[in-house]
C-alpha cells in the first residue's frame, strides 16, 4: 500500500466540462495521420487528460465568474481597473500597476524600456523563460544564466533549487560592466528549473548585490504565491507568516515586476507589470498606450480585470495552495514510486520526468523526449510536453542540435481541473509506458521549421539501433 496520501480539494465542484475518451487505435490516427506526429497539432478534442501547460487553463471560481458578470467595460479608468490597481497595490505595496494583454505582453514593455539606451545589454537571471530570452534578444540584449548548481542536480533534495547564485552574479556583472548591467531578472518560480522555487534569502541577497552596483532588482512573478508557499514550509521564520506578508516581503526587496496573470492570478488571459519609480512608469505607461492600449486596460476586457483583482487574492489562499502544491507533489512521489524518474523535488506547477535517465540507451538523435511523449499520448490519451533537444533548437552557426543539460518531458498541471482520479490515470498511463520503453521507436524530423520547430515541426517513427 503506497503511504503517498492526497491532499483535501478545499473546493467543490459547480460547473463540468466533459472530457473526451478515445481508443488507442483512434489516437495512433489522430496522432499521425492528422497531427504529423506533433502533440502541439492534436485537437483538444481527443486529449484525455490536457498537461501540456498550466498557463491559462485554470478553473475560475464562482467569485470570480461573479466579477466577470460585473466587469465594467468603460475604456478609461473603469471601475473594475480601479479594484485591480487598488488590490495589486496592497498585496505587492507597489504603486504604480500598468495591465498588459498576458506576460509576454508585460515583458515587451519592461524590457525595452529598460533595455533601450545599451548597446549590448547584459540580463543575468535564474533561468530566464524562454518569452523572456526571445524579448532580451529582440531589444538587442543578452541573458545569462546565474542559476545555482544545485538546479542542475536531479536527485539532489535541496529546498530552494531556483536560487540565483549571487557569486555568479557578481562575476558576470564584473564580466559585463556594470553600465551594461540594465537589470537582474529573478523569476518566482524558476519554470525553466522545473519550476523550483526561489528563497527569501536568495530574494534579500540578490537584491544587496543589485543595491550595491545601482542595479534595478525584478522579478518575473508568474507564480509568485506558490513560491510564496513554499518560502512558508521551507525556510526557517516564515512557517507563521500569512501568504500574503510573505508576498509583501518578497516584493519589498525588488524594483518592479512583470507577471503572466494566467498563472497564480487564476484567470485565463492578462499580464502585469508593478514598479515603484513613477519615472520608470510613465515611460512603461507611454509603450502601453501604443502596443498594449490604454493603460487602465492593456488589452484586457473590463471583465477579465475584474476576475484577476478576484483571482490574485484567491491565488494567495492557504488552503488552495497547500492542495495545489501537495498535488504537484503527489503526482511526482506517485510516479516515483513506481520507478519513474522524476526531477526531484517537484516543483510547484508541474512534475518533470527526466528522460535522459528514463531512456538513456536511446540516441538523441532519435528524440526520445518527443518518442516517450507521443508514447504517453497513444497509450492514454494524456498531452504532456518535451522539454528537450527539439525545443532547445539548433545551434544558428553550426546547424547542430543543441542539447540541454536533461531531456525533460513536462507534465504541468492546470489549476483546480484535475481530481485524484485522473492523477491516478496519468501515474497509470505514464507508469505504463515506462515499463514499456525499451519497445518505443525512434523519432525523425520530417519538416522542420526554421524558429521555434516544436510547435510545428512534423516527425516520423523510426528503427533504431539502441546504444550499449
Ligand atoms: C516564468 C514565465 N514568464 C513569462 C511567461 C509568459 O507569459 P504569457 O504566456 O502570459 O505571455 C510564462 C508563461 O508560461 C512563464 O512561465
Redesign the pocket.
Known sequence: MSEISYPFEPFKIKTVESIPVTTRKEREKILWDVAKGNIFNVPARAITIDLL?D?GTGAMSDMQWAAIMSGDESYASSKSWEVLEATAREIFGMPFILPAH???GA?HLVLTVLLESITRPVVPGNGH?D??SGHIQWAGGVGVDCICDEARDPHNDSPFKGDLDPGKLRAEIKKAGVGNVPLVIL?ITA?TAAGQPVSMKCIRDVSAVCKEYGIPLFF?A?RFSENAYFIKTREKGYGNKPIPEIVKEMFSYVDGASM?S??DGLVNIG?LVVCRDRELYRKLANMATLFEGFPTYGGQAGRDIAALAVGLREGMDEHYLAWRIGQTRYLGAKLRENGVPVFWPTGGHAVYLNISEAMEDMPLAAYPGIAFQNAVYVEGGVRVCEIGTILAGRDPDTGEDRHPRFELVRLAIPRRVYTQTQMDYVVGTITKVYEGRENLKGIRLIYEPPVLRHFTAEYAEMELARKG
Open positions: 501547460t498557463s498576458q506576460g509576454r515583458e523563460f518569452t523572456t523569476t519554470n518575473d508568474a503572466s494566467k498563472k499580464g
